[in-house]
């Protein structure tokens, strides 16, 4: 059988409110903001080097999925995590945990985490063999 996923589209997460998490990954993390939908709440960032886009929007009474501010495991990569996280957090964000550096099976990672208005994690780090 072939595989069943060609590619990733899309991530989506809930926020509660679509003006701060736009603030946030415009003015925070520096995405472009590629489409957004004031009356749906709804807002799209390019993410740097893929196709793929992270969208957004308020979490709507019996809509399924995750509650806004419970995402994690969502990894970024950036060739210098530490001086990264220092600028998200000069620029207001929330650092959820420090730069580490340690070995693992893929090499030596070196990796931290930051989180949006809501409190969504996201992990920024690199990898060196």
Do not use: C
Request: hydrophobic share 40%.
């Amino acid at each position: 059988m072939e595989t069943v996923i060609e590619s990733l589209e899309a991530v989506t997460v809930h926020v509660r409110d679509i003006e701060s998490a736009r603030k946030f990954y415009r003015d925070v993390l520096g995405l472009k903001e590629v489409a957004f939908d004031l009356q749906a709440s709804r807002a799209a960032f390019a993410i740097p080097g893929t196709e793929t886009q992270l969208t957004m929007h308020v979490q709507r009474e019996g809509e399924g999925g995750r509650e806004p501010g419970t995402v994690s495991g969502l990894v970024f990569r950036h060739q210098d995590p530490a001086g990264a996280l220092e600028e998200i957090r000069r620029r207001g964000g929330t650092i959820v945990n420090e730069v580490r550096t340690f070995q693992a099976a893929v090499g030596m990672v070196t990796s931290g985490v930051f989180a949006d208005p809501d409190g969504n994690e996201f992990v920024l780090r690199t990898v060196r063999k």
